[in-house]
């Protein structure tokens, strides 16, 4: 099974990053095959959420 997780961002620079680690580190190391893949939708925030979630 593939698992995708789609996350709408707005302004979510001190959040997000925690949000993918909790993702790679908890989440899918349990889905067996480990397919999986983390969607961060961004809309434009001018708080460098985009810059956060390049960095990961």
Do not use: C, W
């Not at 099974?1 to 996350?7: A, D, N, P, Q, R």
């Not at 961002?9 to 580190?25: A, F, H, P, Q, S």
């Not at 480990?34 to 810059?51: H, R, Y």
Request: aromatic share 4%; glycine share 6%; hydrophobic share 40%.
């Amino acid at each position: 099974m593939k698992v995708i997780v789609i996350i709408p961002t707005y302004n979510e620079k001190e959040n997000i990053g925690r949000m993918v680690d909790v993702l790679e580190g908890e989440i899918f190391p349990k889905i067996k095959n480990n397919q999986m893949e983390i969607l961060v939708v961004d809309d434009k925030s001018p708080d460098g959420t985009a810059d956060v979630v390049r960095e990961k």
